[in-house]
């Protein structure tokens, strides 16, 4: 799900609100085949739960992951 940019700041803040710190994770750049382009964006919570996305499988896996761990540290 692509977050529009009004969207993505309320989410932010709701986000804020509800678990206190988050991570923006943002595609700056892709070469080749990708299944998000630059710009695609995922907030995501200490609790694992994300919303939009930066392409899915591994790749996304991997963000969460250390998403999680920058959170916990």
């Known amino acids: 799900m692509f977050l529009p940019m009004l969207q993505l700041f309320d989410d932010f803040r709701s986000g804020i609100e509800r678990h206190g710190r988050l991570v923006l994770a943002t595609v700056v750049e892709t070469s080749g085949s990708a299944p998000r382009k630059a710009g695609a964006r995922m907030l995501v919570f200490p609790d694992g739960s994300s919303l939009g996305t930066v ?7 991997a963000v969460i992951k250390d998403a999680r761990s920058f959170l916990a540290g």
């Open 55 to 61: 392409g899915g499988g591994i790749l996304e896996s």
